[in-house]
């Protein structure tokens, strides 16, 4: 045979393999990105599912408030033994779950917490949690949701490689972020401030892609809505930037408390408490309801559900809540995430913020109250989580302001610095090793465990 026939018979050989592995390869983007708009899809749909929830248990107190003395322990206990008996995994927040999920090799584990099976429980039980009058959110429960969905994803196209299919979890969770609250460029941030606590060049194309189709989703089936509301408030440089200081330091010391009491609450009760917590966790669950029911009433119902109706209130100026509010709130959030049901601290947090924006506000006549009001959200959700960066840019989308960036990037850090000295263990990271420890004490985490590093940061 010639060579310039054998010449030519290779050369279309490798064209064809050429073109086999292009539409492989196109065949893989567009499943991934399938997998990226149902994320979006599924966010809308469980936000819609918790309104509802939410509805429902505010014709319940408008019909008679003290019918929460039952409906709360009820509820509570409901979702407790409903988690323990077939969902386990479901419980909590969902971002722990999701962190941890990113640290292991061994995916018989990571199959179970990060399955459909518990993505769907998460939302059901996540939403019974609102309707029984729960101080939890959705959004924390959407990045686990998230995670589960691209992760199923990755399963499905037979990715077994470690660092693929953690780079999908990571996307997952971003997008359910950017999808739960219509901030993209927040959901990016999470994903690599809280998720993966870096930004790994070979992973960042899947997140963005996954952020933006999640997103984008999201507007195209509610619009392009902003969660908070605009705001037109500035902090401009001078006197005013006394309340960067007040909302840091006031911030930093409660959400580092916050932050410290939950982390202690998650390794055990002491004493005769954690022995019956450990003997009757339905019992302890329905104790909970019923405390979270006498905050409820002596609250008059506004400490119930995400706080998400109060926080815009207090951000738009047209609702004023007593000094009060914030403390039974963060009181409430305790007692919810003392109970072990499924749901999240974003949505609350962010709302006992604002409560305490709004308190300190009174106290600085220099300064716009609506600016006061948004430095101490930032300022709490960031001692919170530790995490500044992703809370400056969560407040500054969901409120469509970028005239205060630099006051909350200031507030948000001084906030974290003084969390850190309160708290040295972030709080995610922290039930993250909780989480690894109880739910895969024998299996073989990744090249890149969780360290002192990522939980100390």
Request: charged share 10%; with cysteine; glycine share 12%.
């Amino acid at each position: 045979m010639p060579a310039s026939v054998t010449a030519a018979s290779a050369q279309l050989r490798h064209i064809r393999e050429q073109a086999k592995a292009g539409t492989v390869n196109w065949r893989r983007k567009l499943i991934y990105w399938s997998g990226a708009i149902a994320v979006g899809i599924v966010a809308v749909s469980f936000a819609a599912l918790a309104d509802k929830a939410a509805a429902l248990r505010n014709h319940i107190v408008a019909f008679s408030p003290w019918l929460m003395l039952v409906v709360t322990p009820g509820g509570l206990a409901l979702s407790t033994w409903i988690t323990r008996k077939w969902f386990k995994g479901a419980q909590g927040s969902g971002i722990p779950q999701a962190i941890a999920c990113m640290h292991l090799h061994d995916f018989r584990v990571v199959d179970k917490v990060l399955s459909l099976k518990i993505a769907i429980a998460k939302i059901f039980l996540t939403s019974l949690g609102l309707l029984c009058g729960a101080s939890i959110g959705r959004e924390g429960p959407t990045v686990q949701v998230g995670a589960s969905i691209m992760h199923t994803v990755g399963r499905f196209m037979g990715v077994n490689d470690p660092v693929r299919q953690h780079a999908l979890i990571k996307a997952g969770g971003a997008a359910g972020v950017a999808a739960a609250f219509n901030t993209p460029l927040a959901g990016i941030v999470f994903g690599i401030e809280e998720l993966a606590h870096s930004y790994e060049q070979r992973t960042s194309g899947t997140m963005l892609t996954c952020v933006v189709l999640a997103g984008v989703t999201a507007i195209a089936l509610v619009g392009n809505y902003t969660y908070f509301g605009h705001t037109d408030s500035v902090v401009p440089v001078g006197v005013s930037w006394l309340a960067v200081l007040a909302c840091g330091i006031v911030g930093g010391i409660s959400g580092g408390l916050f932050s410290a009491l939950l982390i202690r609450i998650s390794r055990g009760l002491p004493g005769r408490i954690g022995s019956f917590v450990a003997k009757y966790p339905i019992s302890f669950a329905a104790l909970c309801g019923l405390v979270l029911a006498v905050i409820g009433l002596v609250s008059g119902g506004m400490t119930y559900g995400t706080g998400y109706l109060q926080a815009r209130g207090i951000i738009m100026g047209s609702d004023h809540y007593p000094a009060s509010y914030f403390v039974l709130k963060c009181l409430a959030t305790i007692v919810s995430y003392c109970s072990g049901i499924p749901g999240g601290l974003f949505a609350p947090s962010l709302s006992v913020g604002a409560g305490m924006g709004g308190w300190v506000a009174q106290f600085l006549p220099h300064t716009t109250p609506g600016a006061v009001v948004l430095l101490g959200t930032v300022a709490y959700f960031a001692a919170v989580t530790q995490s500044p960066l992703t809370a400056t840019v969560i407040v500054m989308e969901m409120c469509d302001n970028q005239q205060v960036t630099l006051a909350l990037l200031a507030s948000a850090f001084l906030a974290f610095g003084v969390s850190r000295a309160i708290c040295s263990h972030a709080l995610y990271g922290a039930l993250a090793v909780k989480f690894l420890r109880s739910a895969a004490p024998k299996s073989r985490p990744s090249s890149r465990p969780i360290t002192a590093t990522d939980t100390a940061r």
